[in-house]
């Protein structure tokens, strides 16, 4: 069962570079979600999407930009990197769009490092 | 805005003793309360989850605790044992909300 897979895990960007993470759920959830994990912080909601063809702004989405051409697929982008990007990134699914009504299943991560 | 307080940050205990995480929340709407464990390269897994109509609710060895006038709850780890060290991660949520307001985290460290 592969649930929800991120690639790449590790990735090392020069400042103003581009880049694309990607994501991918194989449990044909409908609402996916793109998180950052500050050392230190809790998750803060970059990108959500209820489904194909719909996204919208979570808490930070200043820097990112997403699309979900498809249910299972949920990339994303990163324009003109900074080194406050430095983090790592989660991306989840859920089978409810409201948090008191469906669990979240998270990915295993990727770790950016802008320099 | 809406902030949830997660203590402490790190805990170590020695297996076989209990663990005891707390959160407080800002936002007196929130009515959802899920933990999260987060093992070592690993994204989080929910654990447990409490709702507001609920003081308390068990799990086998972990239990929450919800306090709605005090605005906190707390994770009850009981008979630790190591693989129970891992980042543990409270979060609130209020009705129809697709937000989750995360804590910072509690690394916990269960030492054989």
């Known amino acids: 069962n592969a649930g929800v897979t991120q690639t790449p895990k590790f990735r090392i960007l020069k400042i103003g570079q581009s880049m694309t993470l990607q994501c991918t759920q194989d449990?044909?959830?409908?609402?996916m979600y793109w998180y950052r994990q500050d050392p230190g912080m809790g998750l803060k909601l970059i990108y959500y999407?209820?489904?194909?063809?719909?996204?919208d702004k979570g808490e930070v989405p200043n820097g990112y930009n997403v699309s979900r051409s498809t249910t299972e697929d949920f990339p994303l982008r990163l324009e003109l990197a900074a080194p406050s990007q430095t983090s790592v990134y989660f991306c989840?699914?859920?089978?409810?769009?409201?948090?008191?009504?469906?669990?979240?299943?998270f990915g295993e991560g990727s770790r950016l490092t802008v320099l | 805005g809406e902030n949830v307080e997660q203590h402490p940050s790190t805990l170590s205990v020695q297996e076989g003793d209990s663990a005891v995480i707390k959160c407080t929340y800002s936002?007196?709407?929130?009515?959802?309360f899920p933990w999260y464990k987060q093992e070592l390269g690993k994204g989080p897994q929910l654990i447990i989850d409490?709702?507001?109509?609920?003081g308390e609710k068990k799990d086998q060895r972990i239990a929450v605790t919800l306090n709605k006038t005090a605005k906190h709850f707390s994770l009850h780890i009981t008979e630790t044992q190591p693989e129970d060290s891992a980042v543990y991660f409270c979060?609130?949520?209020?009705?129809?909300?697709?937000?989750?307001?995360f804590g910072s985290g509690t690394r916990l460290l269960v030492r054989p």
């Open positions: 989840a699914s859920s089978p409810s769009l409201f948090a008191n009504t469906g669990e979240l299943f």
């Open positions: 449990m044909n959830h409908n609402y």
């Open positions: 999407s209820v489904g194909a063809g719909i996204t």
């Open positions: 936002d007196s709407a929130s009515n959802y």
């Open positions: 409490i709702r507001s109509n609920v």
């Open positions: 979060a609130a949520s209020r009705d129809s909300s697709y937000k989750l307001i």
